[in-house]
């Protein structure tokens, strides 16, 4: 394994991915860092440095302080809102049409899509699609009281962020959909995530234990390293045009 940003692994890395017949890559909070959407594991700034991301992202803690818990996901989407796909969404919308990508991604955020994505692998639900917490099926939103989620006029049942919360299970066709690419793939390439959170983070691990070669773009040590035969220490921004842009190739 090595780890560099340098002209010798680009190449190599850019080799994988120029004899790969099928990709699958996964990305995490990383790939938008520069789109400025904070990643999780940052320090929060403002307002909500006091809180725990993980803290917020349970379905005790909606139970609880639903209306604190709303706002938190209210920010976030306002916060996503007024960002831009950056050059690492664009590079992937870009080699998906060079070569069969399966693309899967722990965001929420929807930037993938905007960047010209299609059928992307969303493992943890979108920050923009919400549902029923305990729904009575016929759920028809009443008139919302500001700055609290909004209630069925019917059962009283409360919205909630169309996410997955902690203990909660992986929407099942994208996780079967997720595995099955990891299996099949010859190259998992995967780009901003710290590694940490599974079931996603075993899915690099499927592809090496089914042959793959594994490529992590990350400018700072994850825990995915010790799995990929080449570590890219680089912003994705970045990294990613240059392992399949000819215009950016190393010199
Ligand atoms: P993390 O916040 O854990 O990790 C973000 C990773 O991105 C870190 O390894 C950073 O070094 C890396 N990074 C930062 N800037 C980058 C850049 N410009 N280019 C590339 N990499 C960069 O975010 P995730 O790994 O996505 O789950 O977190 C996984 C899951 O934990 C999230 O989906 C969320 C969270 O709790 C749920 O909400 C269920």
Not at 62 to 67: C, F, I, L, S
Not at 83 to 91: S, V
Not at 208 to 228: C, E, F, M
Request: proline residues 7%; negative net charge.
């Amino acid at each position: 394994m090595t780890a560099e940003l340098d002209a010798q692994s680009l190449a190599a890395a850019r080799g994988l991915v120029a004899d790969a017949a099928s990709i699958m890559v996964l990305t995490g909070a990383g790939v938008s860092a520069e789109s400025g959407v904070p990643t999780f594991r940052d320090a929060m700034t403002g307002l909500w440095s006091r809180f725990d991301p993980e803290e917020l992202a349970q379905e005790d803690a909606y139970r609880r302080q639903p209306a604190l818990v709303w706002a938190w996901y209210l920010h976030r989407r306002e916060l996503v809102a007024a960002t831009h796909p950056n050059p690492a969404h664009l590079a992937l919308a870009a080699l998906a049409a060079r070569k069969k990508v399966t693309l899967v991604t722990q965001n929420v955020d929807g930037l993938h899509q905007r960047a010209g994505s299609h059928d992307v692998i969303e493992l943890h639900g979108n920050l923009f699609a919400d549902k029923w917490l305990d729904g009575c099926g016929r759920c028809d939103p009443a008139t919302a009281i500001p700055g609290t989620p909004p209630r069925c006029g019917l059962c009283n049942a409360m919205m909630r962020p169309g996410v997955v919360w902690f203990g909660e299970e992986l929407p099942r066709v994208a996780r079967y959909r997720a595995e099955h690419a990891a299996e099949t793939c010859d190259l998992c390439l995967v780009v901003g995530t710290s590694g940490l959170v599974y079931p996603a983070a075993g899915l690099p691990g499927v592809a090496r234990d089914h042959g793959a070669h594994v490529i992590v773009v990350n400018p700072q040590p994850s825990a995915l390293d010790q799995t990929a035969d080449i570590v890219l220490r680089g912003p994705a921004g970045v990294v990613l045009p240059r392992l399949w842009d000819e215009a950016a190739a190393p010199a």
